[in-house]
């Protein structure tokens, strides 16, 4: 804890936002993206994130938890056909809602459509990837369930996990909803950012820097994350952790 109270200060300091790549953008805007995924890039900003987190053509990279693949595609478009991009999803993942995720991820990959994407239905604690052969990591709105529902040690351990199978100076980028320290986070579906970022260093990552880029001072985090009126536009922050060379 105390390593991290030492830290905020400087992470607060120098949050930063990142211009989008024009490659990025143009990768985005190709007519065989779904409408649907386009009209959540206002409160997502696909192309700032992954530039802001370093993502790169010919990257391997995985999509941890990557429910309906919204940024399995992003990453697929971004890393292009020389990059490789793991869309991973746990059973209960796959499970939910009636198997919402299942059909959406299943009709978005059909027919080989982004062919340098491997649906890998696994368990985060047995991903099957080797040791440190992957260039990137991210995870989005995600961590505060694992926090939430399993408590810190679970978090840590699930940043492990994505830890070993990076590569030395590979990025782990985290998208989350803010919580207030005061609010009960697991009903709302959010979590503080800090919290986040001490279970990060636990795991062993170092904190390069945080975005100010999903960040929305509008949002006063009192509602919970579904709420019509906050769905999509939620105070979000980012994180771009690094393992240490």
Known sequence: MLRLLLLLPLLIAFSTNATPKTSVVVALMD?????EDKARDGGR???EVMTFLGVEPGMTVIDVIAASG???EVLSRTVGTGGKVYAQNPAAVLKF???ANDKALGQRLADNRLPNVIRWDRETTALGIAPESVDFAMTALNFHDI???SGKDAAVGFAKHIFDVLKPGAVFGVIDHEGAASADNQSLHRMQGGLALE???EAGFSIESTSNTLRNSEDDLSKMVFDPSMRGKTDRFLIKAVKPG
């Open 70 to 72: 919204y940024y399995t």
């Open 45 to 47: 900003k696909p192309a």
């Open 147 to 149: 926090y939430n529902s």
């Open 199 to 201: 279970a990060l260093l």
């Open 31 to 35: 007519e065989s993206r779904p409408t």
């Open 97 to 99: 809602r009636e198997g």
